[in-house]
């Protein structure tokens, strides 16, 4: 089937299961679906891309390992929130733990709050924290000092998706305190600890944990 025609049906398809749900506080036009459906698509066919080709990609790094693709759930523009950067009045430095037992200072620096659809349907106010690097990490802080980091797990953590958390990509904080950020669920992702023993990543907070199952982004990977 072709991307084009692939993209309309499932848009359809989300609309129209949209319209049945009891509340959707984030209205979309159909135009708006299929940008967040396209967008996405293309974003996985990059993954895939750097997981099979990069020689950043964990499967070049551990030869122990093989790619086997990537198992997402199915695109709903409804996981797309938009959501000002809310700053903690006093950041607080907490202790974040590394799946080795490492202990990593993180920077508790503020929130981010939007509605997403719950289990039935409905849609309910989620609200995922942002940390940022400190100088105790000192290689992380120098090359990403200003990144907005944000990793949570759910009601799917542990079966449907990686025991650990996932994790998903901001980027740097923008200068402006009423910028709108688009945080895309659709993107959430698995650290390369999912993938290799050979790595270490950070373990959400029990703060980190959202009371909602969220079917959106990357799955569990069987390899």
């Known amino acids: 089937m072709a991307i084009g025609k692939f993209v309309s049906a499932l848009t359809l398809t989300i609309v ?23 967008d996405n698509l293309n ?3 990059e993954v895939d891309l750097f997981f099979r080709d990069s020689p950043n990609s964990p499967f070049q790094k551990d030869t122990t390992i093989e790619y086997a693709g990537i ?3 199915p695109v709903n523009p409804h ?20 799946t080795k037992g490492e202990e ?17 349907g409905s849609s309910t106010t989620i609200r995922i924290n942002a940390y940022k690097f400190t100088p105790y990490d000192k290689r992380r802080y120098e090359l990403f000092r200003n990144n907005l980091s944000v990793w949570f797990t759910d009601k799917t953590t542990g079966k449907e998706t990686y025991g650990v958390g996932r994790y998903v990509e901001v980027g740097e904080e923008h200068p402006d305190p009423n910028f709108v950020y688009s945080i895309d669920l659709n993107k959430a992702y698995n650290p390369y600890c999912a993938y290799s023993d050979m790595f270490s990543c950070a ?7 959202i009371n909602v199952a ?10």
């Open 16 to 38: 129209l299961t949209a319209c049945g749900q009891k509340e959707s506080r984030q209205l979309l036009t159909q135009e708006d679906s299929l940008a967040i459906v396209q």
């Open 43 to 45: 974003h996985r066919q």
């Open 71 to 73: 198992n997402w759930f």
């Open 79 to 98: 996981f797309r929130g938009r959501s000002v950067l809310h700053r903690y009045d006093n950041p607080e430095t907490v202790v974040v733990f590394g």
């Open 104 to 120: 990593r200072k993180n920077l508790r620096y503020g929130y981010f709050e939007f509605d997403v659809p719950d289990e039935t």
């Open 203 to 209: 373990i959400p907070r029990k703060e980190d944990r």
């Open 214 to 223: 969220l079917r959106v982004g990357e799955m569990n990977y069987h390899h």
